[in-house]
């Protein structure tokens, strides 16, 4: 995954044009900006493109979502540890690189932890672990329900950023958000999609639906996931009408056709090990036909949103009737005269005339569930988010293998199929380490968040206001739960055109959002933030205004680092450790310390300088090819 011509790359920093826009705290961060870009530059395979948008849904992708009621998840079954051949960490490194996997960051204690207790029941806590404070919790505690006639929140989705935002940096139960990231962008619902009323209440419920079914089981949460308030609205279930002859109305077939193409069965038929299995004349069989998207498409109408405990308010500016937030958590709710009652057939299985609706959706999404493509097209995505963009075969099976099966006869034990994923002997051994085709790109997202956690974030008034990031010009070029589309961020089998990886057909999915515009502008966001914070317009009030307390209210405390400042060799491998898991080459390494060294410190140096030098090695750290390419 890195460039092999050298003079692509130097050409290619060159006329990338993108000046510093570090807020003047020292000339070591800002004359590090030329080396990173090369660093990030080669780790993208010389800058090739992939900036390309995923193809829009085939019906019209609907714009608001809330999220639906979340169910318990169910116990893990547990994973005895003598079944992998790598059952405790050899080193420190092994410990960081395994956190790495399963959360967003590796702190000293995780590490010690991972340590002394082996992978398997390291996870096995993590899983059995009590859910932290939900998103919806979390804005209603922020003071986001409150029918304000100046701020309308019932108008707003950016406190769904903060919300999102304050999720990933924040939360104790960092597996399970983890976990959550990585379905979001298999189950997908953007916010940039989404326009109702309380549409950031929204966004959070469904935030909450796939954090509270993490560990739970597959067909729990793709019945909450339909019946999902902004899964509903997103993808046109909402609303949707039976046929009706005299006016030649036929239902949305949207939610029908997305529901197995993406978040099920996939467009081709699998053989256990994810690879496609091939007709006679050796072409790809398709999973489903136009008539099975038709027929299923009747299974979902007659769905709305549950307005049963409204509390309406007049807000007296605009003279408006508002609600209150209770849809939005609620599963949706059938309307019996809504719903067709024509027969359907599909995949195999057959709704009779005049079917109750609830009777309708529990057979489809029976069939779904239990459809064998199942657990290779959702196990070896988790495998693409989690570990590696190009697992093999024999990982894949594993991966299903669980979800066939937890041990104990119970087929969609999520629990089982991320322990998986995350414990397998391909995913733990060293033999990654050395293999040019493991791992993959780490999104922005996850960096932004691993920084965070890495270095003591925090906000100093609780505001946690870090808004929409996904412009790929000034900022990361990505923002949790704002997908382009419902086809997420980058598509599983992505390939990046102009690489080498294009020759081989290798896929690395995330190089999807690679262009010289992203890596300009995640470098200049970078240098900005890992030295002085996120700036925050008003953090004293929840509202998006501009006041006199504008500042950098979310910074990242670097305690431990300070204590090393004055030694750049020191601070460089622990910078190593945390963010790289070790992985940073000894070349590498050597050059950041020279250039954190050409701006010497003394015992007698400033706060302010010692900051510089930290801010200087994270960056440098943060843009190289070691640390963005996760192995």
């Keep these: 995954m890195r460039a092999t011509d050298e003079q692509e790359v130097q050409d290619l920093v060159i006329g990338s044009g993108n000046g510093s826009t570090g807020q003047g705290h020292g000339a070591a961060l800002a004359g590090s900006a030329g080396l990173a870009a090369m660093a990030l530059l080669a780790a993208c395979g010389g800058g090739g493109g992939g900036g390309g948008v995923p193809p829009q849904p085939d019906s019209a992708s609907a714009a608001t979502t809330t999220p639906a009621a979340t169910t318990p998840p169910t116990a893990p079954a547990t994973t005895a540890a003598s079944r992998y051949a790598y059952p405790l960490p050899a080193a420190d490194e092994d410990a960081a690189r395994f956190l790495l996997h399963a959360q967003f960051s590796a702190s000293d204690t995780d590490i010690a932890a991972v340590r002394s207790k082996g992978y398997a029941p390291w996870l096995a806590d993590q899983i059995a672990a009590p859910a932290s ?54 189950f997908v619902v953007s916010l940039s999609g989404l326009d109702f009323n309380w549409r950031s209440h929204g966004i959070a419920a469904w935030w909450d639906l796939l954090a509270a079914n993490a560990f739970g089981n597959y067909r729990t949460l793709l019945e909450g996931v339909t019946l999902n308030a902004a899964m509903g609205y997103y993808l046109n279930t909402k609303g949707n009408m039976k046929e009706n002859a ?34 006679a004349s050796g072409s790809k069989i398709e999973t489903y036909t136009q008539s099975d998207v038709t027929n299923i498409a009747r299974v979902f109408t007659g769905w709305d949103f549950d307005q049963t405990q409204n509390v309406n308010t007049l807000e007296p500016i605009q003279n408006r009737t508002v609600s209150n937030t209770a849809f939005a958590r609620l599963p949706m709710r059938l309307t019996a005269a809504n719903h067709s ?58 991966v299903a293998g669980a979800f066939n099966d937890n041990g104990k006869g119970v087929r969609g034990d999520l629990a089982a199929m991320f322990s998986a994923v995350l414990l397998d002997d391909e995913a733990r051994g060293p033999a990654g380490l050395a293999q040019p085709g493991f791992g993959k790109l780490r999104e922005p997202i996850v960096r932004l968040a691993q920084w965070g956690r890495t270095f003591g974030i ?48 290798t896929p690395a999915p995330e190089f999807q959002l690679v262009n010289e515009s992203s890596v300009g502008g995640y470098l200049n966001y970078l240098q900005g933030v890992v030295r002085s914070g996120i700036f925050v317009n008003a953090p004293d009030v929840p509202n998006n205004i501009s006041n006199a307390a504008n500042g950098y209210d979310i910074t990242a405390a670097y305690t431990a680092e300070l204590a090393l400042v004055l030694d750049a060799t020191a601070l460089v491998k622990r910078l190593n450790l945390l963010l790289c898991a070790g992985q940073l080459s000894a070349a590498n390494q050597t050059l950041i310390i020279n250039a954190l060294n050409a701006t010497p410190l003394t015992a007698t140096s400033t706060d302010s300088a010692r900051r510089d030098r930290i801010a200087a090695g994270v960056l440098l750290v943060m843009a190289s090819a070691d640390y963005l390419i996760q192995k």
């Excluded at 239902?251 to 197995?260: F, L």
């Design 133 to 186: 404070q939900t998103g919806f919790d979390w804005l209603n505690s922020r003071g986001y329900a409150v029918v304000d006639s100046i701020a309308r929140y019932y108008d707003s989705s950016y406190p769904g950023d903060y919300m999102v935002w304050n999720q990933l940096m924040t939360s104790s139960d960092a597996t399970r958000k983890r976990v959550a990231l990585a379905l979001s962008e298999f």
């Design 246 to 279: 005299a006016s030649g109305r036929a239902p949305d077939e949207n939610y029908g056709r997305e529901v197995m193409q993406l978040c099920s069965i996939g467009l081709y038929q699998l053989n256990p090990d994810g690879t496609e299995k091939r007709d």
């Design 341 to 398: 009652t024509l027969a359907s057939s599909f995949l195999g299985a057959t709704v009779a005339a005049g079917t109750d609706g609830v009777a309708a959706l529990k057979i489809a999404l029976d069939t779904l569930f239990n459809h064998p493509n199942v657990g290779p097209f959702l196990g070896k995505q988790m495998i693409q988010r989690l570990v590696t963009s190009n697992p093999s075969p024999a990982y894949v099976a594993r």
């Design 458 to 505: 925090t906000s100093n008034k609780g505001s946690w206001k870090i808004g929409d990031l996904s412009n790929p010009a000034t900022q990361l070029g990505q923002n949790p739960l704002r997908s382009p589309s419902v086809f997420n961020f980058f598509r599983p089998g992505y390939v990046p055109p102009s690489t080498a990886l294009s020759a081989s057909q």
